[in-house]
């Protein structure tokens, strides 16, 4: 969810659809449509085919780029005290998602070969089922 504000029913299903599209528009699997396919979806079906060659530049763009370093990645960041706000939600809600999908990022970041990063996850995940999230256990 974007933005957490009360909406009328209406809005949500089109915000969902909206959403969905967006998601399906930057995905590079084939969907396969037909006639049990739910009218939301088929609503776009043509248009996805043609973000494809642009979705696929682009991943093959990102992935060609150089490995980013930790420096450059915490250079970038905005300084802390302009964060402090909502930093403890922001990282309280981003250690739930990253417990709910620990299994499917594990998996992803075997397949890429990326085995320091996995070992720094696991690191992570493990922090949090100790310290963090109720019930530890995945």
Not at 33 to 43: A, E, G
């Amino acid at each position: 969810m974007i933005l957490d504000v009360e909406k009328h029913p209406l809005i949500d299903s089109i915000l969902t659809i909206i959403s969905q599209t967006y998601m399906d528009s930057c995905s590079l699997s084939n969907h396969a449509f037909s006639t049990d396919s739910p009218s939301s979806k088929l609503l776009y079906a043509k248009e996805l085919q043609d973000y494809k060659p642009a979705v696929r530049k682009f991943y093959s763009d990102i992935q060609a780029l150089p490995p980013v370093t930790d420096d450059k990645l915490f250079s970038s960041l905005p300084k802390a005290d302009s964060m402090q706000l909502h930093r403890d939600a922001a990282l309280y809600d981003l250690a739930v998602y990253a417990h709910n999908y620990c299994y499917q990022i594990d998996e992803a970041l075997q397949r890429s070969k990326c085995d320091e990063l996995s070992k720094k996850f696991a690191t992570v995940i493990s922090y949090l089922q100790l310290y963090l999230i109720p019930g530890g256990n995945t």
